[in-house]
Each structure stands twice: as C-alpha cells, then as structure tokens.
C-alpha cells in the first residue's frame, strides 16, 4: 500500500465488539490499546468492573495514523455538537 489507499477488508468470519472503555499505554518500543466494556458489579451500586475485550500493540507510527483517522472520522460529530450546544 501506498499513500493514502485504504485496505479492503475481508470481514466474513469477524464478529463487531461494542466497547465503552479505552485505554493507552506508552511501552519502550509500541502504543498498548486496551478495549473493553464496562461490567456492573452487582455489590457496589457505583463500582464497576472492565472486561477486556482486545489488547493491540502499535508501533507508535501506526498510533500517530490511528490518532489522525479517529481525529478526522470525528470531525463532524464534534462540529454538530458545537453548532448545538
């Protein structure tokens, strides 16, 4: 791949995971992500435990890519939400 030309994707045998947790961690050589999903804890009425979904590696290149994609893929939400509120 070259440039700006987006792969294609074979998603035939991929399920989605909805996620409502993220984070990011800085290791020597990559950027850690960690998605998951929030899991009440049916002791603590506030509490809640995370259950990981997915933990992806990137060299930090790729994490710089990924932050300038998220950034533009929410660009128009963002612009929505100041034009209304």
């Not at 850690?32 to 809640?48: N, P």
């Amino acid at each position: 791949m070259s440039g700006h030309d987006e792969p294609v994707w074979d998603t035939s045998d991929t399920r989605m995971q909805v996620c409502d947790l993220a984070t990011a961690t800085a290791q020597p050589d990559s950027i850690v992500l960690c998605f998951g999903a929030k899991e009440a804890d049916e002791y603590q009425v506030q509490a809640f435990t995370a259950r990981l979904l997915r933990r992806i590696a990137l060299r930090p290149e790729s994490a710089r890519h990924l932050r300038d994609m998220l950034a533009h893929a929410l660009e128009p939400r963002e612009g929505a939400r100041r034009s209304n509120g």
